[in-house]
């Protein structure tokens, strides 16, 4: 009687929600029929499942976060974001200081335009009496360039916030010019160890892909040509103020760039999910990014329209970036760091092609955790020859090769040499691979461990 009772609500909520889409005319029935029509009972099932403990009594860690808007239409709510940050309670700056606002809109390259959002913002800010100056960036990843020729224009215009939409590198040359502007010199300083001591100029991100997660992190990837680098900037300072996610966004995003930056969500969802440094408040945070992201790779790269599937992408990609930001990443990241540097190849594609070997080499170090996002997938029914209920050993033994059929599905290449990694280069890949995200991967390496995985991932 309960049970008859509980799936009649359920009948009741999808047709509520049919009524709700046919009356706003958004998400077409067709594209609706892509998902799988189960999905969410065996999500909440899979919900119900006891997390692998974690001690609290170990745990020690702080949890920062700026205000955060999600859901269709909200870019235009730049007006808001700009006067809830000007309560003297949230910032440095005074609200009786500030005569008209005045703003910097920073921009990757043209589609912005064309998919009318920076028309909204600006129509918008109009209406509000905020005064806009816009900076675009151009193609290409960030660099130091951008940034100084940003922080210039923002000193010159005397702009009180930045505001970033697009991409990973716009967010990225956004938060770092927010940075610059009130702590002075140039982005070139920075590399070479400057300090952030002052607030930055308050940051809006507004990203419009759903994969890196740079709208939630405290760095700024920059390469400087001159000197040949690509190095981050970090500070607490640089983190962004205010976040709009609005998925309507993100439909526009090409398959190929929508299949490598959702690769790239989902590789950091599963190694801060597995991190050494992981906790039980970052671990909701990634497991729930795994739901949100897996059973939609497919979809969005297939039908990019799909509105129900990009938000989920896009909320998933959110929360990877809130969990890894917290709890850092893993070997894939730390071997795709030198990686990226030496090859021009889209670091998801880089990612994803090691993340199958990266899981076999830590398997026995997380069993536990992997073989809950092995139960994760078999039961989300992704996949045509794993039957859906099996052991946590079978699970977890599979892991690797289910995810090798997810990233063939959105036709990420599953070995390094299809990207123009060379053997040759693996000494100097191996020398190269070190930092942060090495340290939290679970397994610690060695030199020679590291040659047998790329190895087997070449
Ligand atoms: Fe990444």
């Not at 969410?40 to 974690?54: A, D, F, G, S, V």
Request: with cysteine; charged share 30%; proline share 5%.
């Amino acid at each position: 009687m309960e049970e008859s009772g509980k799936k009649l609500d359920q009948e009741m909520d999808k047709e509520m929600v049919k009524e709700k889409d046919k009356e706003k005319g958004e998400r077409p029935e067709e594209s609706q029929a892509k998902l799988p029509e189960d999905k969410q009972e065996i999500t909440e099932e899979l919900r119900n499942l006891p997390l692998p403990r974690t001690r609290w009594e170990d745990v020690v860690f702080s949890f920062p976060q700026p205000i955060i808007e999600f859901g269709k239409g909200v870019v235009k709510n730049v007006p808001k974001a700009i006067f809830r940050l000007l309560d003297p309670r949230l910032m440095h700056i005074k609200k009786a200081e500030i005569e008209r606002p005045e703003i910097l809109i920073i921009i990757g390259h043209e589609s912005v335009k064309k998919m009318g959002a920076l028309d909204k913002i600006l129509k918008s800010c109009e209406q509000n009496s905020i005064e806009t100056v816009i900076f675009s960036c151009g193609k290409g990843e960030a660099t130091v360039t951008m940034v100084n020729e940003a922080v210039e224009m923002a000193l010159e215009e005397k702009v009180h916030f930045i505001v970033g939409i697009g991409g990973g590198s716009v967010m990225d040359v956004a938060k770092a010019t927010a940075g610059i502007v009130t702590n002075g010199g140039l982005a070139e300083d920075y590399h070479e160890g400057k300090p952030f001591e002052l607030p930055g100029l308050p940051f809006i991100a507004i990203p419009t892909t759903a994969g890196t997660g740079t709208e939630i992190t405290n760095n700024a990837v920059l390469i400087d040509k001159t000197r040949g680098y690509k190095k981050s900037i970090r500070g607490s300072h640089l983190m962004s103020k205010y976040i709009l996610l609005d998925p309507e966004l993100t439909l526009d995003c090409p398959p190929d760039i929508t299949a490598s930056s959702g690769a790239d969500a989902l590789v950091q969802a599963i190694e801060s999910y597995v991190s050494k440094k992981s906790h039980p408040l970052a671990d909701i945070y990634a497991l729930e990014a795994i739901f949100l992201i897996a059973p939609n790779l497919r979809t969005v790269f297939e039908h990019g329209d799909d509105y129900a599937a990009r938000s989920e992408m896009l909320l998933g990609s959110f929360f990877a970036g809130i969990a890894f930001s917290n709890v850092g990443l893993g070997l894939v990241h730390g071997l795709a760091h030198p990686i990226g540097y030496k090859y021009d190849v889209p670091h998801g594609k880089v990612c994803g092609a090691l993340l199958p070997c990266v899981i076999e080499y830590n398997l026995e170090y997380r069993a536990d955790k992997y073989a809950r996002i092995g139960r994760i997938f078999s039961q989300l029914n992704l996949f045509t020859k794993y039957e859906a209920e099996a052991s946590d050993e079978k699970n977890t033994q599979r892991l690797a090769s289910m995810i090798k059929e997810m990233f063939s599905q959105i036709h990420i290449p599953l070995k390094l040499r299809d990207l123009g990694v060379l053997k040759e280069d693996f000494d100097w890949i191996i020398e190269n691979t070190k930092g942060s995200s090495v340290n939290s991967n679970p397994r610690t390496p060695d030199p020679e461990s590291l040659r047998e995985l790329l190895e087997k991932a070449w």
